[in-house]
């Protein structure tokens, strides 16, 4: 073996080392649609008091994002889409369906007087925690903000005996009859069940909404459906990937062998660069990955067509491997590119789990030409060099 | 084995071929998914298996009457206890409240049932997801017209992206007579099609660029039939690998990526055909064509310049 060589199977294996670390070490960032989780794309609109600009927008985002740090998501996507839109992803989020309920409702609290008049609003509120009221029913104990609370001793003082109605987004919680004069502290009843008084808590401290959104598009998945999905593409995967090794086997032999090792190093530093760049695994993505191996050997194949033929013209094994990889590459290389132009395209105008095909696909693209023009030369070189002659009748000229 | 001999019989298979899926196109029209259309997507988990009829008949009884979900789709997912259901209450997706009213009157008539999955989509997006699609679709032919004719030339991008505009009709003609569901996915398919499809075409027009170079007495038919075999066995190989990957999906990697196994399995057969027999044949009649016309100006040109005995040349 040539030194030259010997060096370049060095640098091969390191780097497969060093993709094995990679894919062990940092975790795969998997799509909703494989964790379970919900995305969601909200809309503001304009109401008679409040308009729906850049501002309204920005500030409703600000409190979406409180609030989803309250469901305690580990790592949700929260972005602007255009003028109006809000889009929120949050993938791997325990109860999904009571996410999109507490991120998409308004939470305008009101407290209105007989005759109707606004009292005071959600955002007089200092505090709100969930519990339950003197009979165990469940309900929302709030503090006020100091403005608040003159604005609910006037009030109170001005309504004894009369009652104090409670909306929620223009439905009516509850109407108690006020006792006695009320200052900095006080309870919501009438809220249903334990669950909807602790989100409601939870949106009441996070604020309200400036401007209503209204939800243009929403996915939930559960999580046991991502795992199913997981697992089954699991299974194929290793199906297709081993048909595809075998294929090559049959068809090619000796360089069919190096082909197949390429592609066990192609799948190494596919995954190992879809964890660095923290790219998000979806369903389609894992196909594009199951597809890709399909094509991954397509260069390999060019490739040794190629070599077979330059024998038959008359070349020596060395020579022919030699103007064949070099011959094929152009080839190779056209080829690829517009598959690659097609991968952007669906970047640019996909969304969700699409984006994540085009992610892998082109990955995948880019990887395999590595893999099948470097390291299957190096592996074949370093094979043939032993022995030229012995081994010309390997490749099936 | 003479392919290009055979070229008229081709181009008239795959015309055949196109206008089907034209008619189908036009006459069945495509089962366009709910983010496309609109509407409401449920995917259900009852605790033993259920037909679509059980579903049907409870989501249009008396209970539910209000809501008119008369049209709703329900499908049965093989292999498991789910259900498919697609609905649209007076064009829109159903409320939270309508999802919950449908979830306990299946309880109530069926059993225990959970949703595992559920898609809401106002029609206002599903416009923009099919308008997007159908950019990208145009993008991606336009981009590769461009690469093709600056690496090549534009006879050749011209014939390849026919050949592509073939591949995508077809595909979308299959799903339109097998009714299949067309959604977001499907159009990832289809670019991909179209990004392979492109793959196997341009590695021919290489070999009739490259003997073009080496070319000697043969004729353009001749030269371009060998080209084609040449690349045969590689065309052939190709295909096989990928399709081997693509039917182990199909076949075991459940039930979401089906029909976007599906789309692929047609769309590369197709592609490998178009490759093979359809753009190497519309780039040769374009190129002879064009060689007969300029013949005909330069004889033309010659006898208005020298009449009588015409130059040799």
Known sequence: MRSGTLWKLVGIAALCVVCAVVIYKLPMNLGLDLRGGTRMVLEARDTDTVKADEDAVARAKEVIERRVNQLGVSEPAIYRQGAKRIVVELAGVKDPQRAREVIGRTAQLEFRDEQGNVIMTGSDLKNATAGSDEYGRPAVHFELTSEGAKKFEKATRENIGRPISIYLDQELLSSPVVQSVIRDKGQITGIGSMDKAKDLSMMLRAGALPVPLDLLHSEVLEPTLGQESIDQSKVAAVIGAGLVVLFMLAVYRLPGIMADIALGVYGLIVLAALAVIHAV????????????????????????????????????????????????????????????????????????????????LGLGIVASMFTAIVVTRVLITAVVDRNPERYARYFGA | MNIIGKRRLFLAISGILVACSLIALLARGLNLGVDFTGGSLLRLRFERPVTALEVSQALTSSELADMELRDAVVQPISGTNDVQIRAQVAGRPLSDDQVGRVVSVLTQKIGKVSIIESQMVEGVIGRELLNRALTAVLLSWIGIIIYVSVRFELKFAVASVLALVHDTLIVLGAFAILGRQVNSPFIAAVLTIIGYSINDTIVIFDKIRENLRLRKKETLEELTNKSILQTMTRSLNTVITTLLAVFALYFFGGDTIKDFSLALIIGLVAGTYSSIFIASPIWLEWRMWERARQQRRIAAASRAKQPGPAKAR
């Open chain 1, 281 to 360: 695994l979806t369903l389609p993505g894992i196909a594009g990955l199951i597809l890709s191996v399909g094509m991954a050997v397509d260069a390999n194949v060019i490739i040794f067509e190629r070599i077979k033929e330059e024998m038959r013209g008359g070349k020596r094994l060395r020579a022919a491997i030699d103007a064949g990889f070099t011959r094929a590459f152009g080839c190779i290389l056209d080829s690829n590119v517009t598959t690659l132009i097609t991968a952007a395209v669906l970047y640019v105008y996909g969304t969700g789990a699409v984006r994540g095909f085009a992610v892998t």
